[in-house]
């Protein structure tokens, strides 16, 4: 039986690019671990985007730098493993397989932070330009 998106996930998605949204409602019909929407996970105000750069949980500043999150063109997800969310590397992997498979199918260009090189961020997915 495939999973689906719970209340809170989809709350989190309000103000995310549709291109994007219809990669994760195909990603979580062919995902083998369950995903949701991290807190601060989809679009974020300049104040919630410097409070995770202070916190050092992000690389953009969101005023000099900003991020893909403030413009609804990311979207930060988190594996759900055992009733609670799990951020560890084997199921972001699996997780993240299956986003980018359903990008595929859909023609739709993504990128993944794990494929980044200088701060690896597993759980981070945005629309290339």
Not at 84 to 99: F, L, N, R
Request: hydrophobic residues 40%; aromatic residues 10%.
């Amino acid at each position: 039986m495939p999973f689906s998106f719970g209340k809170t996930s989809r709350e989190r998605m309000a103000g995310i690019h549709p291109d994007l949204i219809k990669v994760l409602e195909l990603a979580i019909i062919i995902t083998k671990v369950d995903f949701s929407i991290s807190q601060y996970g989809g679009l974020r105000t300049e104040q919630e985007q410097l409070k995770l750069f202070v916190g050092g949980k992000s690389k953009a500043d969101g005023r000099v730098n900003k991020s893909y999150h403030q413009t609804g063109r990311a979207i930060d997800v988190c594996a759900y493993v055992n009733g609670k969310a799990d951020w560890s590397q084997p199921h972001m992997t699996m997780v993240a397989c299956a986003i980018l498979q359903a990008a595929s199918q859909l023609g739709v260009k993504l990128s993944w932070g794990g494929h980044f090189v200088n701060f690896i961020d597993m759980p981070h997915f945005q629309l290339e330009d």
